[in-house]
């Protein structure tokens, strides 16, 4: 599909407002329209056809890479994508685009740190149900929410989109359970969220969620970014105190790749100031060994 400067959309915006603000903390997710532009949007499609290639038909031997059963066939059908802002360039300036990172900032506060970043799939034909869920690391909220920040690539819609439960962010986990516990994906109560390439949204980890299987010939991918506080994270996890600088690195060394990269053209660039002890002793132009660090190695009470 392609984008056109008529439809709603949210480029060219400073900041979401304070009424955006206040939907997502009363649902738990907030859709922002056509926020990528046209030429951000292909680069990050071709980047992200370059990871998928080889993996579509073969199982590859890749912990990045993750699998499950097609509802159809059984066979191993490809759903996820993990650390792509180390796997390609498009990825890393999409981190530093102003707009997302002024609006999680005024949800959450300056200390912000990226955490996760992955790409999710559902294949044509044989997409992978995603059965209803919080998502991981619910156990280290602190005083602001955690959220996904999630940029579609595609469209998604009724055969391939997200459902949640508005407010389910805020549900005693016997709501939730009665929920999970039920037979197959069924809607009754929940929101879809329909969603056009290039459109972005945010969901609290909290908010109850998931998706059916996808039997259509449709391709959905949606590229996650997830943020949390560097002072939830010193305090209580899930990574050591140890993440924090490299991921606060991995962004400044993003926000600069941002700056130069064509689409960039005249936007307002963010700037990345948390406070005392957060702010960040950095180099401009230092360059980065990787910017893939594994969870697991960073991990709290290892």
Same mark, same amino acid.
């Given at each position: 599909?392609?984008?056109?400067?008529? @439809?709603?959309?949210?480029?060219?915006?400073?900041?979401?407002?304070?009424?955006?603000?206040?939907?997502?903390? $009363?649902?738990?997710?907030?859709?922002?329209?056509?926020?990528?532009?046209?030429?951000?949007?292909?680069?990050?499609?071709?980047?992200?056809?370059?990871?998928?290639?080889?993996?579509?038909?073969?199982?590859? $031997?890749?912990?990045?890479?993750?699998?499950?059963?097609?509802?159809?066939?059984?066979?191993?059908?490809?759903? @996820?994508?993990?650390?792509?802002?180390?796997?390609?360039?498009?990825?890393?300036?999409?981190?530093?685009?102003?707009?997302?990172?002024?609006?999680?900032?005024? =949800?959450?506060?300056?200390?912000?740190?990226?955490?996760?970043?992955?790409?999710?799939?559902?294949?044509?034909? %044989?997409?992978?149900?995603?059965?209803?869920?919080?998502? /991981?690391?619910? %156990?280290?909220?602190?005083?602001?929410?955690?959220?996904?920040?999630?940029?579609?690539?595609?469209?998604?819609?009724?055969?391939?989109?997200?459902?949640?439960?508005?407010?389910?962010?805020?549900?005693?986990?016997?709501? =939730?359970?009665?929920?999970?516990? @039920? %037979?197959?994906? /069924?809607?009754?109560? /929940?929101?879809?969220?329909?969603?056009?390439?290039? $459109?972005?949204?945010?969901?609290?980890?909290?908010?109850?969620?998931?998706?059916?299987?996808?039997?259509?010939?449709?391709? @959905?991918?949606?590229?996650?970014?997830?943020?949390?506080? /560097?002072?939830?994270?010193? %305090?209580?996890?899930?990574?050591?105190?140890?993440?924090?600088?490299?991921?606060?690195?991995?962004?400044?060394?993003?926000?600069?790749?941002?700056?130069?990269?064509?689409?960039?053209?005249?936007?307002?660039?963010?700037?990345?100031?948390?406070?005392?002890?957060?702010?960040?002793?950095?180099?401009?132009?230092?360059?980065?060994?990787?910017?893939?660090?594994?969870?697991?190695?960073?991990?709290?009470?290892?």
């Amino acid at each position: 599909m392609a984008l056109t400067d008529e @439809r709603l959309h949210d480029r060219g915006r400073l900041c979401i407002s304070d009424e955006e603000k206040q939907a997502f903390l $009363d649902n738990g997710f907030l859709v922002l329209k056509n926020v990528l532009s046209a030429e951000e949007l292909k680069q990050m499609r071709q980047a992200m056809d370059s990871l998928m290639a080889p993996a579509t038909h073969h199982v590859l $031997d890749d912990p990045d890479y993750f699998y499950s059963p097609g509802h159809k066939t059984g066979r191993k059908v490809l759903n @996820r994508i993990e650390y792509v802002i180390d796997k390609t360039e498009p990825a890393k300036a999409l981190l530093g685009h102003p707009f997302i990172l002024r609006s999680v900032e005024k =949800i959450m506060g300056p200390d912000l740190i990226p955490t996760w970043d992955s790409m999710v799939l559902k294949m044509p034909g %044989e997409g992978i149900v995603v059965p209803w869920h919080r998502d /991981a690391g619910v %156990e280290q909220q602190g005083d602001t929410p955690i959220f996904n920040v999630d940029f579609y690539l595609d469209d998604a819609d009724l055969d391939t989109c997200l459902w949640a439960y508005p407010g389910s962010q805020r549900w005693p986990q016997e709501d =939730i359970d009665a929920i999970v516990r @039920r %037979e197959g994906f /069924a809607t009754e109560g /929940a929101t879809p969220i329909p969603m056009e390439a290039g $459109d972005v949204l945010f969901h609290n980890i909290l908010v109850l969620h998931g998706s059916p299987p996808n039997s259509s010939d449709k391709l @959905r991918r949606v590229v996650y970014y997830e943020f949390r506080t /560097a002072h939830t994270e010193n %305090e209580i996890g899930p990574h050591a105190p140890s993440y924090i600088p490299l991921k606060q690195k991995v962004l400044m060394r993003c926000l600069e790749k941002r700056a130069a990269c064509e689409y960039a053209g005249e936007e307002e660039a963010f700037v990345y100031q948390p406070p005392a002890p957060w702010n960040v002793n950095w180099t401009p132009g230092e360059e980065l060994a990787t910017y893939r660090y594994p969870h697991a190695q960073y991990w709290r009470n290892q």
